[in-house]
Each structure stands twice: as structure tokens, then as C-alpha cells.
């Protein structure tokens, strides 16, 4: 059965320092979306992704967050300037259709901020 | 903005029982709910989705009803066994967003003691 896979599976960095996390949506889906979960913390919706072009993002998504489809199969989430809270496990999930159908989630990146 | 809740925040049976999982969440206006399971340090998986047209969805031994205009839903596993020890979060989506933004509860933590 078709997955969504993400690297790494764990990174750790300092602060101020610029880390990208790739993933690869299931192949036929067009819709996509990164989440974060801070330790002990909710699921939080981060941003939704379709078309070459950023749908919705929440407050969480600041400046310093962008969001890139480079090729055909990967989709990456880059911070730019990393802080002690962005340490986290980040999600990637990718859908067939928007809103009503399924969101199909990655195995996620554990994000460590030193 | 939709806030999700679940009740109880933990919870341990022995092997065997019965167990109602709640969730309830402030906006009706949703496309669906899903339930995941999380195991510690890993990722979502999605146990069931159900429309927001449907009542209930049932898996193997899970059944999750949802009652939206009271804005609740709740996950029912028969036969309680150890493999079922994890957290189980609940996730709305949001008629309010573009692509379908999940709001996450913070999870039940269930433990299934032989």
C-alpha cells in the first residue's frame, strides 16, 4: 500500500541554523500539508499546500517557514533560522482531494534544537 | 476557531474490557472526523474517518460514532488487548478552511494491562 515517507527521521541542529525536511507525498495526490506536535502538546496544523502555491497557513507559520515542491515526488519544509521551540515532531500528510477525503500522515521528522 | 477536547486524558483496564473513547469539538461546520492511534515517539495512524453525513464507521473492533450537531464523537474498542495500548487522538475538519485543516485533540492514553 502506497505511504508517505519522510527524512530524516530524527535531526538535530543548533539554533540559528537552517534545516530542511523532505518528504514524499503518495503519488497521485495533489494536496498537501505539514503539521507539528511540540512534546506532550496537540497536533497543530501548520500549512496546506496545492498547485506550486501555499492554500493556508496558520499563525505558527511565520517568515522564517517556507514550504517547496522541488520536483514531481518531494515536498519540503524548510526553517530558516531555527529557535530552541521549533523542536518538535514535524508531519507531513498529502490527499487525493481536498477538504472532505482522508489526509494520509508520514511517519514524521523529530526536529532537535540544540 | 474550533477547539477539540477529549475525555478522559488517560485511562488503564485490564485485557478484555470494553472501552468508550469521547471527543467533542465547539464548531459543527466540519467535513469529517477522523481517529488516529499514536504510538510513543512515532507517527498518526488513521483508524477511521467518518463523513460528516455518516453516524458511525467500524473497523475490526472499533466503532466510532459521530453526533455532529452536539459535536461529539466517540471511538468504542470491544475486547480491550494489550496491542491496543497507545494514544488515541481525534481530529475535525474544518469547513472554515481552504484545503481542510485538522484540528487535533490532545489524545487519550490508553494502557492495556494483561
Known amino acids: 500500500e502506497p505511504e508517505v515517507t519522510q527524512t530524516p527521521s530524527h535531526q538535530v541542529t543548533q539554533m540559528g541554523q537552517e534545516v530542511i525536511l523532505r518528504c514524499v507525498p503518495i503519488s497521485n495526490h495533489l494536496y498537501f500539508y505539514w503539521y507539528r506536535q511540540i512534546l506532550g502538546q496537540k497536533v497543530e496544523f501548520l500549512v496546506s499546500f496545492y498547485n506550486n502555491e501555499i492554500s493556508e497557513k496558520s499563525e505558527i507559520f511565520d517568515d522564517q517557514f517556507s514550504v517547496e515542491r522541488p520536483d514531481g515526488s518531494n515536498f519540503t519544509l524548510k526553517i530558516r533560522s531555527t529557535k530552541l521551540e521549533d523542536s518538535a515532531m514535524y508531519f507531513c500528510?498529502?490527499?487525493?482531494?481536498?477538504?472532505?477525503?482522508?489526509?494520509?500522515f508520514g511517519p514524521g521528522t523529530r526536529l532537535t534544537v540544540t | 476557531k474550533q477547539e477539540v477536547t477529549q475525555i478522559p486524558a488517560a485511562l488503564s483496564v485490564p485485557e478484555g474490557e470494553n472501552l468508550v473513547l469521547n471527543c467533542s469539538f465547539t464548531d459543527s461546520a466540519i467535513y469529517n472526523l477522523q481517529w488516529f492511534r499514536q504510538d510513543p515517539g512515532k507517527g498518526l495512524t488513521s483508524l477511521l474517518l467518518i463523513q460528516s453525513s455518516q453516524r458511525e464507521q467500524t473497523s475490526g473492533r472499533l466503532n466510532a460514532s459521530l453526533d455532529k450537531s452536539s459535536g461529539r464523537s466517540t471511538l468504542y474498542i470491544a475486547a480491550s488487548q494489550p496491542g491496543d495500548s497507545a494514544t488515541y487522538l481525534c481530529?475535525?475538519?474544518?469547513?472554515?478552511?481552504?484545503?481542510?485543516?485538522?484540528?487535533f485533540g490532545r489524545g487519550t492514553q490508553l494502557t492495556v494491562w494483561p
Open positions: 481530529a475535525v475538519m474544518d469547513r472554515g478552511s481552504t484545503l481542510g485543516r485538522l484540528y
Open positions: 500528510a498529502s490527499s487525493p482531494r481536498a477538504r472532505a477525503y482522508e489526509q494520509y
